[in-house]
């Protein structure tokens, strides 16, 4: 079971910067950093309900509280 972990966690941290960027492609036009700080907050918010236009390797919902995270460990 910990090697399933590990290997769904690194899977995650893997497509989490492509899921990202195809998302803000898919709502905005443009790459995430781009995008405004209010338009990178709905995204955030967006991809935390599961409101995806895009399609993703890992729940949307798995990605937000990886990347919740690995805000918290800095």
Known sequence: RLIGKAVREHRVVD???VALE??????????FAALKAEQQDALLEAIAAG????L???APATFFT???HHVQEG
């Open 15 to 17: 497509v989490e910067p």
């Open 51 to 54: 409101e995806v236009e895009t």
């Open 22 to 31: 195809a998302e803000a492609q898919a709502k905005f036009f443009t790459s």
């Open 56 to 58: 993703w390797q890992v």
């Open 66 to 68: 990886h990347l919740v």
